[in-house]
Structures are given as structure tokens and as C-alpha cells.
């Protein structure tokens, strides 16, 4: 099996440890595995937060004039954090950057996946910033470790 694979199932098994021990979702079930692949990018991870905090807002804002609620908040929360994820990989076009190395600018303009801003946005909503952003990181970090004691992945 891969390391994405493996790193997404150890993911849901904390993600889950973590829910059942302190009652708080690390962000959705699946964000602490892809998160703990990326953590030797931390610009990488703080663009997706920030995409995350700009989604919540939006739909926030978008609920003050019309009725968003269940499946429909659910769905524009995924649908803005996918749409705002998009621009923001769109920003070195659109500024000219196409010039600078393709490392930086996947390192500058990296949102990790399409799905996961919407789904850290939505608990966002759902529980409040700290007790989402904090059992994400700390999840994330023991999925990275676990990854690391199987033999997974290659320290960067």
C-alpha cells in the first residue's frame, strides 16, 4: 500500500480515538491523514487553514441572507472551501508569478486538496476555532509519528 493510503486509514482511527476521548473533531475524519503528509510544509498547511477561516466566514456571512442550514450549510461550506481553494492555486497566473520555481510556487500558493478548507470550515462552525484547530494539529502530528514508527514514510 502506499503512504497516502495508509496515512488516511491511521488518520480515521485517531481522528475517531479523538472524538471518542475528548468529544472534538479534528476537522473531519480524513483531514488529519492528509494534513500528516503534509506537516514538512507548514506554509502549506497555514494557506489551507487560512482558506479554511475565509470559508467559514463567507458562509457565515452568506447565512445572514438566506437560509442555510443542515445539508445546505454542509454543501456550501464544501463548495466555497473548494472554490476558494482553486483561486488561491490560481494567484500565480494571475500575478505574473509563473517565473518563480515550481517549488516555491507549490509551496506559496499549496492548498492541501479541494475538499478539506470546506470540511475544517464546517467544524469550524460546528465546535469553534481553537477546539477544531487543536485536536487537528495534535491528531495530525501522532498520525505523522505512527506513519514514522511503521516505516511509512522518509523523514524530509
Known sequence: MDTMTVSIAIGLMVSLLFTEAYGLSAGGMIV???????LH???SILVTLLV???TFALVRGLAQVTILYGRRRIVMMILVGFLLATLVRMVPFWTGLTDMPSTTLSTCFAVIGFILPGLIALWIDRQGLLETIAPLVTSSVVVRLVLILVGMEVMV
Open 41 to 43: 510544509q507548514p506554509l
Open 32 to 38: 488529519p491523514g492528509y494534513l500528516a503528509l503534509s
Open 52 to 54: 479554511a477561516l475565509a
